[in-house]
């Protein structure tokens, strides 16, 4: 299967954005002071695991999508241009 130009791009970014988006969550997951995600000990709540969870699996997925979309603007680069 061979991915266009546009897709190959939005892909990348699409994985680029994931990273970002998705480690500044866990670095304010880890800061949070209000209460859910660790308890008055210190430890961490079922919120905090629910939602480390949720980011490690988005990342997972984030980069998945961004190794397809490099590989398609790699792909590019590499093939003659048509016309």
Do not use: C
Request: glycine letters at 12%; aromatic letters at 16%.
């Amino acid at each position: 299967m061979k991915l266009s130009r546009p897709v190959s791009w939005f892909l990348l970014a699409f994985g680029v954005w994931s990273w970002f988006i998705w480690i500044t969550f866990v670095k304010n997951l880890w800061q949070d002071g209000s209460g859910l995600a660790f308890d008055d000990a210190g430890d961490p709540t079922g919120y905090f695991w629910v939602h480390l969870v949720l980011a490690l699996t988005s990342l997972l997925l984030g980069t998945v999508v961004g190794v397809i979309g490099f590989r398609g603007v790699r792909a590019l680069r590499h093939a003659p241009r048509e016309g």
